[in-house]
């Protein structure tokens, strides 16, 4: 079964940490709004949804992808770059442990968020970004060797997280807006798309994507290389460095 972890918004998500935007106006009505939206997009299919404790006093605690990483029937809990976020790992551990799933956790020194975890097959591209460093890199590297994955490191320095910049559809095809991506060429094949909110989109099935809502060239675009793709608003996380695959944790069991 297909299961989803979630965090509903903080009322203070406006407060959200903000790296290379500029910051505006959040409506944390809206933002509640457009999570609902966001998660029955995974319920009408089916997928059994897996809240995450509350977490208020944590503004940036909705965009749960980036506490917690699976790579089959390992989890790994990580150490957030910036050290506002580093108490979010502690529901996720405990989530984990009333679910008796096995866990390893990233240490100090290192610092990885799972936004810079971008897996295509047993690869697992992970961008040195200002949130996830060397040290985290070789310590996600040295538990995933026996398991056989390959980490391949992959600079990151015009966004906030490797899948802020490029993600991948269901073939492996590894999508992008051109001028926000540091080096395309580290990936087998990639596809330039029009808008920058169009990088992120999430694999619902073989054939479908969730994508945002203000990225309606690129989902024409990949309509016309034959996927299905469905868009769900996501304007008041964008605001803050957010995107469609930051809001959820997605496990195929």
Request: aromatic share 6%; hydrophobic share 45%; net charge negative.
């Amino acid at each position: 079964m297909a299961r989803l972890l979630v965090r509903p918004p903080s009322p203070r998500l406006a407060d959200g940490e903000l790296t290379h935007q500029q910051r505006v106006p959040v409506d944390p009505a809206l933002a509640r709004s457009q999570w609902d939206d966001y998660v029955e997009v995974y319920r009408a299919r089916g997928w059994d949804i897996l809240p995450l404790d509350t977490a208020d006093e944590h503004p940036d605690g909705v965009f749960v992808e980036d506490v917690v990483v699976f790579f089959g029937d390992l989890a790994v809990v990580t150490r957030p770059g910036a050290d506002s976020r580093r108490e979010e790992i502690e529901s996720a551990k405990r989530l984990l442990e009333a679910s008796d799933v096995a866990y390893a956790q990233i240490d100090a020194p290192g610092s990885l968020e799972g936004g810079d975890v971008l897996k295509i097959g047993h690869t697992a591209y992970v961008g040195r970004s200002s949130r996830t460093n060397d040290a985290g890199i070789a310590q996600l590297r040295a538990l995933l060797a026996p398991r056989g994955w390959e980490v391949v490191a992959v600079p990151v320095t015009k966004v906030l997280h490797l899948k802020t910049a490029v993600t991948a559809l269901p073939d492996g095809t590894v999508i992008g807006y051109e001028p926000l991506v540091d080096d395309s060429a580290v990936f087998a094949a990639f596809l330039p798309i029009p808008e920058p909110e169009g990088s992120a989109v999430v694999v619902l099935d073989d054939r479908t994507v969730l994508i945002s809502a203000s990225a309606p060239r690129t989902a024409a675009l990949l309509r016309e290389h034959g996927w299905e793709v469905v868009e769900t608003p996501v304007t008041e996380f964008e605001k803050l460095e957010g995107c469609v695959t930051c809001l959820s944790v997605r496990i195929r069991g």
